[in-house]
């Protein structure tokens, strides 16, 4: 357990997660013919090189404890993935590659990236579930909440969260809560829990509708809110493009947070992407390096009164790789309680607190709507 007095979290890392190489091209799309210079793939290694950077050197470091990672047994992943699908991607690598839509490229090399960020984060689930530390980060990549129990999806193709969630109810913890504040709707993660109601999926994310293609149907609106059984149990926050700190809390605080008082989660997991920052290339929201503290600090209160404080934090997006690095640490000095530590360097704009304000009323009323029509 860890010291109230010194807080410390446990970092999982795998150094197979910089195997994976998504190629180059138009952001995370197929190279243009019409640019000279095509760019390295928005998911590419360098994001995650420079947040490992971060906590290595940072003022953080004396706050972190270091652990190997591994891979996950087939076992493992056949909790939350159909198997057909699982050895569709083992094949895939040994036939040398497939790209599964116009963003997500397996490689040659990414199925050992692939099982060492699944077996990652489990190893981390599993070291909180043990009481051997309360507050666990997985630093894993490729990002998993898009891929669905039997297709990948942007740039997804193994759901870490999902299957921590099952691990979770499998060491006998009746309710599971995951909050996924990635920029990107966490629609791999809501199909796979759709109809369960020891499960709680929410999501906030930039409204960027749906469906996207044949491997993400789902639209991230708040109007799906679960089937049979799950009705309920999935919440959607779809904000506004634009949406910023103040933006932020107010979804936690006015809908996340009364949803999970009346749900008591027993575990509770964080998928914790950075791509809503003000900078990401693959978003539009506003969040900065103090948002990002802020929504770490209200994940720790959510986790001090309902899980006896235990926190199990899973790495998904986020792709400027320097401010991206930032945000990630303002999350974990959040997370843990300890002040800024890091000024940020981007600190110079300023935003409408309100911009999202009238989004997120009509969020809760489109949900409740959904629920009593369900």
């Not at 609106?221 to 149990?233: F, I, L, Q, S, T």
Request: proline share 5%.
């Amino acid at each position: 357990m860890n010291d109230p007095t010194k807080p410390t979290m446990d970092v999982f890392w795998h150094d197979d997660a910089l195997k994976h190489d998504p190629g180059s091209g138009l952001f995370g799309a197929v190279p243009s013919p019409l640019m000279a210079v095509n760019e390295t793939h928005t998911e590419g290694d360098e994001r995650i090189r420079n947040m490992y950077s971060v906590l290595k050197r940072g003022p953080l470091k004396k706050h972190l404890r270091w652990h190997e990672g591994r891979y996950a047994t087939k076992d493992e992943v056949l909790t939350f993935h159909d198997g057909t699908y699982f050895e569709g991607l083992r094949q895939a690598d040994a036939d040398g590659g497939r790209r599964y839509d116009a963003t997500t490229n397996l490689a040659p090399g990414s199925f050992d990236a692939i099982l060492s960020s699944a077996g990652t984060a489990l190893m981390a689930m599993q070291h909180m579930l043990d009481g051997k530390g309360d507050r666990v980060y997985a630093l894993v990549r490729p990002p998993g909440h898009h891929s669905s129990p039997d297709q990948a999806d942007g740039y997804c193709f193994l759901n870490q969260v999902g299957l921590c969630a099952e691990l979770a109810r499998a060491n006998g913890k009746a309710r599971v809560a995951t909050i996924d504040w990635d920029v990107h709707h966490g629609n791999g993660t809501q199909e796979g829990f759709y109809g369960r109601d020891d499960v709680l999926t929410i999501s906030l994310h930039m409204d960027h509708g749906g469906p996207w293609g044949p491997a993400h149907p789902q639209t991230g609106k708040a109007y799906e809110v679960g089937r049979d059984g799950g009705v309920g149990y999935n919440i959607n926050v779809p904000l506004p493009m634009g949406s910023g700190d103040t933006d932020y809390e107010r979804a936690m605080t006015d809908i996340v947070m009364p949803a999970l008082d009346n749900f008591k989660p027993e575990a509770l997991i964080i998928a914790c992407g950075q791509d809503a920052n003000a900078y990401d290339p693959n978003g539009r929201q506003s969040v900065s390096m103090n948002g990002f503290y802020r929504l770490g600090e209200l994940a720790r209160g959510i986790a001090d009164k309902h899980t006896g404080g235990q926190i199990c934090l899973i790495q998904e997006g986020g792709y400027q790789w320097s401010y991206a690095a930032l945000c990630l640490d303002a999350t974990l000095e959040g997370v843990l309680g300890v002040g800024r530590l890091l000024d940020d360097p981007m600190d110079y704009y300023k935003l409408d607190p309100n911009h999202a304000k009238a989004a997120i009323a009509t969020i809760i009323d489109d949900r409740a709507a959904a629920i009593a029509d369900a």
